[in-house]
């Protein structure tokens, strides 16, 4: 699966929060890193469009400004994402997946009815959504940073991993999927440093422990459906 | 030791003594992710125990 990450902060070099998700991804293949320049002009169209279809999941990444992302990314939808290429003869994303990763100043407790801020991220995000099902692409659930500059070092390394499998995991969704994410990044790890003997047994382990649990949930079902009749 | 123990030990270790801050990260996370699973272990033996002993079917 291929990702590509479209940056869209006006003050892109001051931001810790984007260098901090930028390093996290340092050692992940299959990723494109694209920022929208701010001295752009115009986009190139063909240019964006192509990038667009050279990759399997879209993700929208940018600082909330006033409920909404900086006018570039809207600059940059309005300019590339043409009717014929979105949903009239092409239908090019169509398959394809969108996701978010929105960060914010304010603590996560406010974004909810009753709060200060009012509403959730998932409703202030909806024209994203709308894009995807207009598209017919598949929308994931937005990644959502709260206030990183107050986040502590353990915070901050749950952080990278979980932002690491945003972009590259095609199921982090599920506990199963992520299992296999971990593993598939352990070969990788055993490739670069075959002197660390006890990386292929601690990659055994959780394989066998994944096992068992499979076994296991195909037993229940088992036992459930038999109650059922 | 149990292995899953044995593996949480090394996991700590790495989680701290790799170079690369995010391989610290990874074996962090690794860490929870073995935790997590020895605990639905636990808890999907319990439900196969629980709902195997069911005298009503008896």
């Not at chain 1, 964006?48 to 900086?70: C, T």
């Not at chain 1, 990314?73 to 590339?80: F, H, P, S, Y």
């Not at chain 1, 659930?141 to 095609?170: C, D, G, H, R």
């Amino acid at each position: 699966m291929k990702t590509l990450i479209i940056v869209a902060h006006p003050k892109l070099v001051e931001s810790g929060t984007q260098q901090f998700l930028k390093t996290s991804l340092a050692n992940m293949s299959e990723v494109t890193w694209h920022v929208l320049a701010p001295k752009k002009t115009h986009f190139d169209v063909s240019n964006e469009q192509a990038l667009l279809k050279a990759h399997d999941r879209i993700v929208f990444q940018f600082p909330l400004y006033w409920y909404s992302a900086p006018a570039i990314l809207k600059q940059w939808e309005d300019e590339v994402l043409t009717r014929n290429f979105v949903y009239g003869t092409q239908q090019a994303l169509a398959k394809k997946e969108l996701g978010v990763v929105v960060s914010t100043g304010d603590p996560q407790r406010d974004f909810k009815a009753g709060s200060s801020e009012q509403f959730t991220l998932s409703e202030l995000l909806r024209p994203y959504q709308a894009l995807a099902n207009k598209a017919q692409m598949t929308y994931l659930p937005p990644f959502t940073i709260f206030q990183f500059a107050y986040l502590s070092e353990t915070e901050k390394q749950q952080l990278v991993v979980n932002y690491q499998q945003y972009i590259t995991n095609t199921d982090f969704e599920s506990f199963h999927g992520r299992e296999l994410w971990f593993e598939q990044q352990l070969k990788q790890k055993i490739k670069v440093n075959p002197d660390l003997q006890k990386l292929p047994q601690i990659l055994t382990a959780i394989q066998d422990n994944r096992e068992n649990l499979e076994e296991l949930g195909w037993t229940l079902s088992m036992i459930k459906d038999d109650e059922d009749e | 030791m149990d292995t899953n123990d044995w593996v949480k030990t090394q996991l700590e270790e790495l989680s701290q003594s790799s170079k690369q801050y995010e391989d610290r990260a990874f074996y962090l996370a690794l860490l929870a992710l073995v935790k997590e699973q020895q605990q639905r272990l636990i808890q999907s033996q319990g439900e196969v125990d629980g709902r195997t002993w069911n005298p009503s079917k008896w």
